[in-house]
């Protein structure tokens, strides 16, 4: 996501560690240029999939905030599982 500035708080590295995550898969889905789908969920509620860099999927729900363009605050993370992931993996190249 260039040129946006994403907030995470603390709880997410909390909710990362409970699911056995690094902070850099977090930060591969955000930043990375691997594969990854976005979907927008309503006018200000983004979700990411991505490949994060150990070979997880990671689901990510963003919200923007409402006074400043451009800046999400990750409000969740989760692992892809089975039938997910093989769905998605069957969309990439």
């Known amino acids: ?18 699911i056995g995550v690094g902070v850099l898969d977090l930060l591969d ?10 979907r927008w969920l309503g006018p200000q509620d ?20 409402d006074y400043r363009d451009e800046t999400y605050t990750v409000r969740a993370v989760r692992t892809l599982d089975g039938p997910e992931r093989k769905a998605i993996e069957g969309t990439q190249p």
């Open 1 to 18: 996501m260039p040129d946006r500035e994403i907030i995470v708080p603390e709880y997410i590295y909390d909710q990362l560690a409970e």
């Open 29 to 38: 889905v955000l930043h990375g240029d691997g594969p990854r789908l976005r």
């Open 46 to 65: 983004l979700m990411l999939v991505g490949l994060g860099r150990s070979g997880v999927w990671l689901a990510v729900h963003l919200v923007e905030d």
